[in-house]
């Protein structure tokens, strides 16, 4: 049996958890063959407590465009190129975008945008690694940025109050907000605003004192309403959490990954706010989840934007469920 291990963590700083305080949606809804916006856009609070917490951002930037492949093939180096019919862009319109497919083994799946002409775009795996082939559908967005989910500040303490990722290394890294100029930056007081937030990856808030962070002040303000995929890595504490700020919460068999982890073996595991003890330890037996006495823990509640860790021993995606919006 896997269980997650804390000593992975051993340089992290102090961290803390929190719920959903206040929601508040506007009704957004304009779309086009070549280009749409995801159906709701608004924001919601989150009460975060001093200490340390794991979070998980429920919103995505706009669908910039959406449209189908004419053709998939590999560039001389091997990256895909996909090229659309008289999409009607001009060279680099997409420095910090990605592109995500709506069907086949990569449905969900952000691929950067390395780079782009006038009808094609050169994306960061090979066509057989994402599976991607001709008429499929693709949607392209702006990546999450710190500056994008956090445009001033959160509220966070300047120079004190902390943000922090989780690589695919394992390696972690601190961000500060930057007051004087309104910029995040990183512990070499390096320009961070541009950090990129994946779809689905959790994060870690430490601050000083109780605050409420409003997410969806800045252009990361969508709800996605596709299925997101991640990848997991192994014996790496992976942070993630259901992308879906409509609800006061979620449950783990809602989060759609269950039939990717391997039974009794890979683990879902909650933390504790302020002191990030873990709370619960939870194996897949197959069909549903178990905690430590083995009684069935489907329906165990995740607060809204809450992030949990999913720890795995061999490298793996994961698929979270999209959000379900009712008519």
């Known amino acids: 049996m896997n269980v997650f291990s804390f000593d992975r963590l051993a340089a992290a700083p102090l961290w803390r958890a929190a719920l959903v305080a206040a929601m508040g949606w506007l009704p957004f809804s304009t779309a086009t063959t070549q280009a749409a916006n995801s159906s ?25 465009y959406q449209g189908t492949a004419a053709s998939v093939t590999a560039d001389v180096d091997g990256k895909a190129l996909v090229t659309f019919t008289l999409p009607g862009w001009s060279g680099g319109d997409f420095p910090l975008h990605y592109a995500e497919p709506q069907s086949g083994s990569g449905t969900g799946l952000a691929l950067d945008i390395l780079s782009n002409t006038t009808d094609t775009l050169k994306l960061n795996t090979t066509p057989a690694a ?67 937030v994946r779809p689905g990856q959790g994060f870690i808030f430490q601050v000083g004192a109780p605050l409420t962070v409003t997410l969806g002040k800045g252009e990361i303000a969508y709800v996605k309403t596709t299925a997101t995929q991640i990848t997991a890595t192994a014996k790496v504490p992976n942070l993630t959490g259901a992308l879906n700020p409509l609800n006061a919460s979620t449950t783990l068999i809602s989060l759609g990954i269950l039939g990717n982890l391997q039974p009794f073996n890979d683990s879902v595991v909650t933390l504790n706010p302020g002191n990030f003890n873990q709370t619960g330890t939870f194996l897949s037996d197959g069909t549903d989840y178990r905690d430590s006495f083995f009684n069935n823990a489907d329906s165990f509640a995740l607060p809204t934007g809450v992030s949990v860790v999913v720890d795995v021993d061999t490298t793996k995606n994961l698929i979270l469920s999209p959000v379900v919006v009712g008519p």
């Open 40 to 64: 709701i856009v608004g924001f919601y609070n989150v009460t975060v407590p001093v200490g340390n917490s794991a979070w998980v951002s429920g919103l995505v930037g706009a669908d910039v």
């Open 130 to 196: 994402a599976g991607l082939t001709n008429g499929m559908v693709f949607i392209i967005r702006k990546h999450a940025t710190l500056r994008g989910l956090l445009p001033d500040g959160g509220g966070f303490q300047p120079f004190q109050d902390t943000i922090t990722l989780i690589g695919p290394d394992g390696a972690q890294k601190n961000y500060f907000f930057n007051s004087l100029n309104s910029t995040w930056i990183d512990v070499l007081l390096n320009d961070a605003s541009n950090v990129v």
